[in-house]
T-cell receptor, first 115, second 118 residues
Framework: DTEVTQTPKHLVMGMTNKKSLKCEQHMGHRAMYWYKQKAKKPPELMFVYSYEKLSINESVPSRFSPECPNSSLLNLHLHALQPEDSALYLC??????????????FGPGTRLTVL | AQKITQTQPGMFVQEKEAVTLDCTYDTSDQSYGLFWYKQPSSGEMIFLIYQGSYDEQNATEGRYSLNFQKARKSANLVISASQLGDSAMYFCAMREGYGSGSARQLTFGSGTQLTVLP
């Protein structure tokens, strides 16, 4: 089973709203990732959690706030977003074992529209 | 300099024919991994195939095979017997530091939009 789930599938929010994106995996993976993807472009890494600790933050604005409550769950809290933040947000997880290929498996994504 | 280059923004192939999607990479690491992902219009990134830098055999997964030419730094994806459902964006990606035990980011190419014609 290589399933990563994300909720919601679609989200429309105003610039003053606060919302959260949720990602879940039950594969025992120890690394989880948030990506942002604009249309017809490759995904851009935002955050990486390794063993529930934030290990990479790619200079993402503070209006995006990640949280990893446990090894299976990853949240992305959104506040005071701008219209240019409208994009597909992808979550991924990987086993993070030393001898592994450490393949990243992606969820279906959340399509975010900021009005 | 770009680390992953996909020179074909768009490709067309007739159903049931084979197609090759190009990918070249640039790294000074000895240990790295190369991945191909498929992204249909629905948005999900689907893992297709992996090649490690030390793997001597080309990777194969069903109708997908990876033509790995290490000296040329190329990792082309070959899809045999194309199907209409293969129409999607395809991304080549690289992770440097294979088997390092730490979470490493992927570097993606710009993608190739494949359209399979009936």
């Amino acid at each position: 089973d290589t399933e990563v789930t994300q909720t919601p599938k679609h989200l429309v929010m105003g610039m003053t709203n606060k919302k959260s994106l949720k990602c879940e995996q039950h594969m025992g993976h120890r690394a989880m990732y948030w990506y942002k993807q604009k249309a017809k472009k490759p995904p851009e890494l935002m955050f990486v959690y390794s063993y529930e600790k934030l290990s990479i933050n790619e200079s993402v604005p503070s209006r995006f706030s990640p949280e990893c409550p446990n090894s299976s769950l990853l949240n992305l809290h959104l506040h005071a977003l701008q219209p240019e933040d409208s994009a597909l947000y992808l979550c991924a997880s990987s086993p993070q074992r030393g001898s592994d290929t450490d393949t990243q498996y992606f969820g279906p994504g959340t399509r975010l529209t900021v009005l | 300099a770009q680390k992953i280059t996909q020179t074909q923004p768009g490709m067309f192939v007739q159903e049931k024919e084979a197609v090759t999607l190009d990918c070249t990479y640039d790294t000074s690491d000895q240990s790295y991994g190369l991945f191909w992902y498929k992204q249909p219009s629905s948005g999900e990134m689907i893992f297709l195939i992996y090649q490690g830098s030390y793997d001597e055999q080309n990777a194969t997964e069903g109708r997908y095979s990876l033509n790995f030419q290490k000296a040329r730094k190329s990792a082309n994806l070959v899809i045999s017997a194309s199907q209409l459902g293969d129409s999607a964006m395809y991304f080549c990606a690289m992770r440097e530091g294979y088997g390092s035990g730490s979470a490493r980011q992927l570097t993606f190419g710009s993608g190739t939009q494949l359209t399979v014609l009936p």
